[in-house]
């Protein structure tokens, strides 16, 4: 079932180094950030994989406009990432006296009680001051940090496993979880409620759950399912522009913690670039995914034509998902609605197949003979059996050798022709490729670390 991964928060004022830091620890950790096909905006979101720990990055240097006054920007900024994070890393620039724009920083995610990490960042620079003066902010963890010469990372990355739960796998439970993602206003909590309303909500309310994701959960042929609204995340009436209306922690935790999202668009506005932005979100999260076009009643010409015309141009919009199904609905005539539980169950099942691995060889053996993979000379990667060895997302490990060598489009074929063979439609799948040479490599050097240290015990 859906597993819930922790968040950390970089917040701080403008220019102290923030996004440069972000990048450097994703990259260093060669995180999955978010796909954003065609946007050009920087990455804020990175999933950083550290020991075994796992956990969202998020840049909130990236969620405002930096035209922003200060005072509006910041305490938005750090109320948000107060109340959606799991940890807190406040950064401050080393080389400048401590100022009223850190103290409101040190001082409002301090007062959230979550665990803070003061970063002084570009101590690389002529001049950076000593760490003295910036112990007058009260974080008691202050690590010495240069995004430019990766100083102080691992430090940080240490801390943040000692201050973070291991990733952990919820228990099983029956329960199919499916979240409402979208912009504002495109029609999320409407549906929320016809969809609730069709089943008559057996549990509102639900204890423990924060107060901007509205539950409810429902029985529908057999299957409990809880329904995750997203859409009470900014108060009416702050509407600004793009992603800055629009709460990325919150939504970040409801797409972690469901099984299958709805991304919903409105009709009258679609194929925008935070719409791709999530789609990528959803499908790296290995999380089933269906687009919903809304407010379908607000066309005034809906024959099939005009919908047959609509549909091409969102596929091409989210071709990097061409499993996830396209459905039109309307709340207000409730259409398509019913058909969104079928759809539910079905991709439901999809994702908790088990396929046997007498199968996924043949297919593989058969893939291989029809298009074998390309190589650089004598270095041909050899694909020699696959295994099933994860639900929810499927997942599916390939064993072989020189496999580092394998180019992405051919991996996208394999997953292609997967699809099609065992009926994927609705969900991610994942796939991992593991060389025997290093995995006997590892073994042998392993052995013979411990062989050494008995000898050093011994003497």
């Known amino acids: 079932m859906a597993s819930k991964l922790p968040t950390v928060a970089i917040i701080g ?20 950030v978010a796909k954003e096909a065609g946007t050009t905006r920087d990455n804020v979101l990175g999933r950083v994989t550290y020991n075994d720990h796992q956990f969202w990055l998020v840049d909130t240097a990236g969620l405002k406009d930096p035209n922003d006054e200060f005072e509006a920007s910041i305490q938005e900024q ?114 929320f409620n016809t969809l609730a309303g069709k089943q008559q909500a057996l549990v509102a309310n639900i204890a423990g759950t924060t107060r901007d994701i509205n539950r409810v959960q429902v029985k529908y042929k057999g299957t409990y399912i809880e329904l995750l609204d997203t859409a009470g995340v900014r ?66 010409d809906k024959d099939a034509f005009t919908r047959d015309a609509l549909a091409p141009s969102i596929s091409r919009t989210f071709d ?36 046997k691995t007498r199968q996924l060889n043949d297919l593989l053996q058969k893939t291989i003979a029809a298009h074998p993979p390309a190589g650089l000379k004598n270095t041909h990667p050899k694909l020699r059996y696959m295994v099933q060895t994860d639900v929810s997302p499927p997942w599916f490990v390939i064993y ?22 065992f009926d994927f439609i609705g969900t991610s799948i994942k796939f991992s490729f593991r060389d025997e040479k290093q995995i006997k490599a590892n073994r042998e050097k392993a052995s013979q670390a411990a062989e050494k240290a008995n000898n050093t015990e011994k003497n």
Request: charged share 30%.
């Open 235 to 300: 108060r009416q009436g702050k509407q600004e522009v793009g992603i800055e209306k629009f709460s990325v922690l919150r939504t970040l935790q409801a797409i972690e913690e469901s099984d299958i999202c709805f991304l919903l668009m409105d009709v009258n506005e679609l194929n925008t670039q935070l719409d791709q932005r999530l789609a990528g979100i959803i499908d790296e999260a290995g999380k089933g995914l269906v687009v919903v076009v809304s407010k379908w009643d607000s066309v005034i």
């Open 400 to 421: 072989g050798s020189n496999l580092k060598f394998i180019h992405w489009s051919y991996k996208r074929h394999l997953e292609r022709v997967m699809r099609e063979k």
């Open 13 to 32: 004022r403008a220019n102290a180094g923030k996004s440069s830091l972000f990048n450097r620890f994703v990259k260093s950790r060669q995180a999955i």
């Open 78 to 191: 750090i109320t948000e990432a107060a109340e959606a994070a799991d940890a807190i890393l406040v950064v401050v620039d080393s080389t400048e006296y401590v100022g009223d724009e850190d103290r409101i920083v040190a001082k409002k995610a301090l007062k959230s009680k979550k665990p803070v990490i003061l970063l002084t960042n570009k101590v690389d620079l002529a001049g950076n001051l000593p760490i003295d003066e910036f112990r007058r902010l009260g974080i008691k963890d202050i690590i010495r940090t240069s995004a430019e010469h990766n100083e102080g990372i691992d430090e940080t990355l240490r801390k943040l496993t000692e201050l973070l739960p291991a990733k952990t796998e919820q228990e099983v439970d029956e329960v199919v979880r499916v979240s409402l993602i979208g912009r504002p206003n495109v029609g999320k909590s409407n549906l």
């Open 320 to 355: 990097f998902v061409p499993w996830a199904p396209l459905i039109f609905t309307s709340s207000v005539t409730g259409q398509n609605v019913s058909k969104l539980f079928d759809l539910i169950l079905d991709i439901q099942g999809r994702r908790t197949q088990e396929i």
